[in-house]
């Protein structure tokens, strides 16, 4: 999928922004917003043992305001503390930043406070042929094949407006393999609709699979059954909602998940079933029912719900 343009165009004015590219994101959803979810000592409670610099990734990261604001919170740096203190500060976490739209990552670049430290990239995720080569290439440079952490803060409607479900099972497949934990912001359903209704009010093409989507409804329960159940990770906290009504889930990967991985991506949009071969052995079903309603039930199991505040659902 190519890169699109945040600015320079008539066509992406306020709210028609297709990948969520939109130029002034942080003005509508401060970074605020989300850090004062996050308690303070996240990192030290996640890795109390691990050998620094930490490495996370944040996909869909816009022009950076969220990505620097989460690199101070999380290092409980003050907003005063910029290039001075980045050495550092580089000893403890090192983040790479990826967005699809290059305007929105040369901005980042030129006003980052944290240039050693945190990385910004043009990169489109979807893309394979480019993601694992880059991604593979910083990695190789801390002498890592996987990330600490990732962060895909309100990131996931658009992978799955613009590549249907079985996009969205792959993003999440892909991500999860990438990290031992994931802090993961998914928009509403309400938020899929907003976004289809600006396009069509701007005269624009609908999504290709707004109206064929079969994962809808509750999103943040969606998405924790796809990655708990079909991407082996573990729902360890909801931190509580935003003032906008989304929720902050930190999942946490349970090893190896390469069954995982193979189911997420055995997912399509015309065919919900799983092969029987690939259901646990020891899954006791009746006889008549097929797997693919196993799969479809398997989304109907609630997560545990968000609170206001920082809720703790099992230990790190």
């Not at 989300?34 to 050998?51: E, H, K, N, T």
């Not at 000893?91 to 990552?105: A, E, F, G, Q």
């Not at 693919?292 to 790190?316: D, E, R, T, W, Y």
Request: with cysteine; charged share 20%.
């Amino acid at each position: 999928m190519a890169a699109p343009m945040s600015e320079g165009s008539p066509a992406l004015e306020p709210g028609a922004a297709p990948y969520g590219n939109f130029p002034n994101y942080s003005r509508f959803h401060p970074p605020e917003g989300r850090v004062s979810l996050l308690p303070g000592g996240l990192l030290r409670s996640l890795f109390p043992s691990a050998a620094p610099p930490l490495l996370g990734l944040d996909v869909g990261c816009n022009s950076g305001e969220l990505s620097v604001a989460l690199y101070r919170h999380l290092l409980g740096l003050q907003e005063s503390e910029g290039s001075l203190e980045q050495p550092a500060a580089g000893k403890d976490l090192n983040l790479l930043c990826c967005d699809i739209d290059p305007v929105l990552i040369e901005r980042a670049q030129q006003f980052s406070p944290f240039p050693a430290s945190i990385s910004f990239a043009h990169l489109d995720i979807m893309d394979s042929s480019a993601r694992e080569p880059f991604l593979s290439s910083y990695l190789g440079r801390f002498g890592r094949s996987t990330f600490d952490i990732v962060f895909c803060m309100s990131v996931t409607m658009w992978i799955h407006l613009n590549h249907g479900d079985s996009g969205l099972m792959e993003f999440l497949s892909f991500l999860s393999s990438l990290c031992k934990y994931l802090l993961i912001e998914p928009q509403p359903w309400k938020c899929y609709r907003a976004a289809a209704r600006r396009l069509r009010k701007l005269g624009r093409k609908d999504f290709d699979h707004f109206r064929s989507l079969a994962i809808n409804g509750d999103m943040a329960e969606r998405i924790t059954q796809i990655l708990t159940k079909d991407c082996t990770m573990e729902l360890v906290c909801c931190f509580g909602n935003t003032s906008w009504d989304r929720s902050l889930l930190l999942f946490k990967s349970n090893g190896s998940n390469d069954k995982g991985k193979e189911r997420c991506l055995l997912f399509r949009e015309a065919d919900l079933g799983i092969p029987k071969s690939l259901l646990e052995p020891d899954l006791d079903l009746p006889g008549e029912l097929e797997a693919s309603n196993v799969c479809v039930i398997s989304f109907f199991f609630p997560p545990a719900k968000c609170s206001g505040s920082f809720h703790l659902l099992s230990g790190f």
